[in-house]
């Protein structure tokens, strides 16, 4: 047996005042914060140890890594960063209010933007390249179904490999790519998924076996 948490940052200020965010990096609030110190204090009541912990390349998961960390006394482990687990990108809506896309788009059309696995929001014109991203790296806008593409090889090349070694890992992500990964990890299917919420902060154990099958799962 072999234990995965995964776990969504703490609140954001893109959270904080209803915003589309995606790969806009922006920090945690002072809430976001103590959400994260209170997930790694309830992580180190629970006496997990990890090999290591993975994020992505946006500060708010960083950030909540290195609390969590810290509370755990464990900020020794390496800690892996990569774009595959960034945020799922929104396109044009990014940096849009959420009630006011609602208002301009309808509020049936926002839903399926936000929970449908395959709707894909209205696409950025261009992106251009960034120190982390290279030109062409950075989508125009993803459905959680691109998004899942992109995550998956991860998961399968770098996590999973690990989790079969018996080696616990941490996860610290976000709400899209984390509803991503519950969907592979626990066979949901497309339709189903657009009920399932990942809450800031709150830890999500998975106790695997040595196929990686679930034996448990329990919010911390």
Known sequence: MVDLYIMRHGQSTANRDNIFTGWS??????QGVDQAKVAGQKLAAANVHFTQVHTSYLRRAIQTANIVLEELNQLYLPLHKSWRLN???YGALRGMNKDEAKAEFGAWQVHQWRRSYVAVPPLLPTT???RQYPLGLEPRGESLAMASARLLPYWQDVIAPELRQGHNQLIVAHGSTLRALIKY????DDADIMQVEVDNGSPIHYQLDDQLKILKKEFV
């Open 128 to 130: 251009e390249a960034k």
């Open 185 to 188: 990890l626990e066979q949901i």
């Open 25 to 30: 990096d922006v920090a945690l609030t002072t």
């Open 87 to 89: 945020e799922r990108h």
